[in-house]
């Protein structure tokens, strides 16, 4: 008896030792497991948009693909060019940023370096809120304000324009630029601040010549990155944008992107069909390109807070 | 005196930008709020749309993208955290961690209509889990991943050293602390990010075009494989496809003002709530 008193608990603290030594590791796995998925996801995107994209190239080469200036892809035999999208999508790309861009740096100047603390917070907030209005609500407000208020200022026959896309996707990605400077801003050392004002430099002069050039890594980054958030804009270049795909893209007439195009055309089209690989195949340029654009961008930012 | 001057001329500008900024999301946000203010009453949010989505409420949407954001949280709350607390407590800086990273990054950059595209190919077809509510969810919650791993990571990685320390003193072993320790301490930060990932999800539509929404459906989904009509793709399809789009404005303010109005809540929520947690920490 006495014998089997001091044997079961022996024996069931050696199962608990085992089973928290072997817990240990299933959390160490699970959480692995966890980690991995983002990998894993970005994995199988790549391979299924490429499994579903390259048998495009059975009906059309790839330079024709990229570099062909007609999309009838409905006709018999259907042309696959898809250089009028990808103008469209660089056109409204760039004056989106001439927006953001000023207007994100400054706003991020401002709250950074300029605003008293009372109104640091509510302008931060502000400048999420904006970032966190959906896609879909710009594009309707593009729809019913902004197209009717474009047509009637500039006399066009239309509204939806690509300089209607560009605007609304420049408010969209000035919060991306906006909070990527004001990091780049708060990491330039005080010290450095107190050197130039130790100088006899103003606020300004020190911001000018000191906080921005030091900042300019961080900066360049919001740059890249406010840009692939606007080249992969869906809804709202889809709803104010026109989709007309004319080669040749102007600012005040009907463009298609490459995002609209995909959002517009994928319902519509059989399966298996050249269209509808050739639609992957624009998702696939889509994907790769704002993949570029994100590695250049993190390279560049990663200069960021190295600062003496 | 002219150094002076300038400068006051320039913070003018930057003031003059920033106030831009308030202006555009006040012209967002009153423009709908005023628009859309007429058109809500308790029967646009209970009813079904009537006579061709001419008339009637949102009721299926709202239940639609419930159901879709509810789903997108139960898959991607435990991937985000669990990847959150490999980054934060296991994973030194390693060249494995580092590869997590880049990926969470470039995850965190894929075009939203890529998501959907993705969707479509791999878990509509490939998985043939069709365009339902389970391949919507799933395609939404690797969108919103990124941001829910970050929002953890950040919140475990706040908790002091010193609380890991005092529990591993008294003999805890790693996960004992995490699970009693940092987890407990870190779930105001977690769960604020789960607040902008709902909001996020909810306003998507381009990764759920494909995947799971329906232009219509004339009863509430029976099973997650069943299609379903959200609150985004609704605004949208009523905005520019349904017949009639012209006159049913008031309807569409509606729903953009219930989107709108649901979406900042939660993120407004967050922002607030995150900034209490800042100050608040007395440790």
């Known amino acids: ?308 | 005196m002219s150094r002076r001057w300038r400068e006051l001329v320039a913070f003018s500008l930057l003031g003059l930008f920033a106030l831009g900024v308030l202006v555009a999301l006040g012209a967002v946000l009153g423009f709908i709020a005023a628009r859309g203010a007429p058109a809500l009453s308790w029967e646009f949010l209970t009813a079904f749309p009537r006579r061709g989505m001419t008339e009637g409420g949102i009721f299926p949407a709202l239940v639609g993208t419930f159901y879709l954001v509810l789903g997108t949280v139960i898959v991607a709350l435990p991937l985000g955290v669990g990847a959150a607390i490999y980054l934060a407590e296991y994973a030194g800086d390693r060249t494995w961690t580092r590869i997590v990273r880049i990926g969470v990054n470039n995850l965190a950059a894929v075009p939203s209509i890529v998501f959907g595209l993705f969707g479509l190919a791999f878990f509509v077809k490939a998985l043939g889990l069709g365009v339902s509510i389970l391949s919507g969810s799933l395609t939404l919650a690797l969108l919103v991943l990124p941001l829910l791993i970050r929002a953890s990571e950040e919140a475990l990685r706040a908790v002091p050293r010193e609380f890991r320390e005092g529990a591993y003193a008294l003999g805890a072993t790693r996960w004992q602390v995490v699970r009693s320790v940092v987890i407990p301490v870190a779930v105001p930060g977690i769960l604020t990010g789960t607040i902008l990932a709902v909001g996020r999800a909810a306003g998507e539509t381009a990764p759920i075009m494909f995947t799971a929404a329906a232009f219509y459906t004339p009863r509430l989904p029976q099973s997650p494989l069943d299609e379903v009509m959200a609150l985004p793709y609704h605004l949208y399809v009523m905005a520019t496809e349904s017949t009639a789009f012209w006159r049913t404005r008031h309807l569409q303010y509606g729903t953009a003002l219930v989107l709108l109005g649901f979406v900042l809540t939660l993120y407004l929520w967050a922002a607030v709530w995150r900034a209490r947690i800042r100050k608040g920490k007395r440790w």
């Not at chain 1, 608990?9 to 590791?25: I, K, L, M, T």
């Open chain 1, 1 to 308: 008896m006495t014998e089997n008193h001091g044997r079961a608990p022996a024996v069931a603290s050696w199962v608990g030792r085992r089973w928290g030594r072997a817990r240990e590791w299933i959390a160490r796995g699970v959480t692995w497991g966890c980690a991995s998925v983002s990998l894993l996801a970005l994995g199988l995107i790549t391979v299924y948009l490429f499994c579903e994209g390259v048998p495009v190239f059975r009906t059309v080469d790839p330079l024709a693909f990229l570099g062909g200036k007609a999309w009838f892809p409905t006709s018999e035999p259907p042309s696959l060019g898809i250089l009028p999208m990808i103008l469209g999508s660089g056109l409204v790309t760039m004056v989106a940023l001439a927006v953001a861009v000023p207007f994100g740096v400054a706003t991020a100047l401002f709250i950074g370096e300029v605003v008293p603390t009372v109104f640091r917070n509510p302008l931060k907030v502000a400048v999420e809120l904006l970032a966190g209005i959906p896609s879909v609500v710009y594009g309707f407000f593009g729809l019913v304000i902004v197209v009717p208020w474009l047509e009637a200022l500039l006399g066009l026959p239309t509204g939806q324009t690509a300089l209607t896309a560009a605007l609304l996707l420049g408010v969209m990605a000035l919060p991306t630029v906006a909070s990527l400077t004001e990091d780049a801003v708060a990491a330039v050392p005080n010290a450095w601040r107190e050197a130039a004002f130790a100088l006899g430099a103003t606020h300004w002069q020190t911001m000018r010549t000191v906080v921005v050039p030091a900042a300019r890594s961080g900066l360049l980054a919001g740059v890249l990155l406010g840009m692939g958030r606007a080249v992969g804009e869906t809804m709202t270049v889809l709803m104010v944008s026109g989709n007309s795909p004319r080669f040749l893209p102007s600012l005040t007439s009907p463009t298609r992107t490459l995002t609209a195009t995909i959002a517009l055309e994928m319902a519509e089209t059989p399966v298996g069909s050249p269209h509808y690989h050739a639609l992957f195949a624009v998702g696939t340029v889509l994907f790769v390109f704002t993949l570029l654009l994100n590695v250049v961008g993190d390279m560049v930012g990663h200069r960021l807070g190295r600062h003496g």
